[in-house]
């Protein structure tokens, strides 16, 4: 019998699945937070700041690899380069929740930490589902949502990632030009992990 899932809920349940577990060489975010916490002495916001100062460098270098063949390789590394990007901020968020002694199995911080990967665009969703963001926090809110609510914010999150992936990412002119296209690529996939990180300090 065919699952009744699509891909809006698939693409979340791998995200999350693979950046919590990991897959081949890419490490899970229990791993990846207790190498920072021996790294800094189990500092906690330290290793906070650790992990996302790697994760942006991480992001950086995907941006600058997958952006280098410019319009000869667009349709072959762009949906990889979003598959990545979007793994390694799912991995990020994952890995501050974790730090903060939040439980990774728990639905409601999947959730929170899929919204943050989603930045603005995620607190929208959450907010058109009914949180009040202004006066209640994230996490908060999504407590008091009934679970059949909460997962049709899923839902819409994966939905907005698998329209993300089909439009395959900031698709520009600069992107045709090889040599031009190689920094703006790093440069934007690093401040898009700095966004995820900015709402992953913050709500969870």
């Known amino acids: 019998m065919a699952s009744s899932r699509g891909l809006p809920d698939t693409l979340i349940d791998e995200l999350w699945r693979r950046a919590v577990g990991g897959i081949g060489p890419f490490a899970g975010a229990a791993s990846v937070a207790d190498d ?15 992990v996302v100062g790697s994760h942006v460098r991480l992001a950086a270098s995907s941006g600058l690899l997958t952006s280098l063949g ?24 994952a890995v501050i929740a974790h730090l ?24 929208e969703l959450a907010e058109r589902t009914g949180l009040d ?15 059949e609510v909460r997962g049709q914010l899923d839902t819409r999150i994966g939905y907005r ?38 709402f992953a300090q913050a709500h969870l």
């Open 70 to 93: 410019g319009a000869a390789t667009l349709v072959v590394t762009a949906p990889a380069g979003m598959t990545g990007l979007y793994l390694l901020g799912t991995r990020l968020a």
């Open 161 to 198: 990632l698998t329209s993300r992936f089909t439009k395959r990412g900031a698709l520009n002119v600069t992107k045709l030009i090889p040599v031009v296209a190689a920094p703006i690529g790093a440069g934007a996939d690093a401040m898009a992990m700095r966004t995820v990180a900015t």
């Open 133 to 147: 963001l202004v006066n209640a926090s994230l996490l908060y809110g999504l407590r008091r949502l009934p679970p």
């Open 36 to 50: 920072a916490l021996r790294a800094t002495e189990d500092d906690v916001e330290a290793a906070v700041r650790r």
């Open 100 to 123: 903060r002694g939040r439980d990774l199995e728990d639905p409601v911080i999947r959730t929170a930490a899929l919204v943050c990967v989603l930045g603005a665009d995620g607190t």
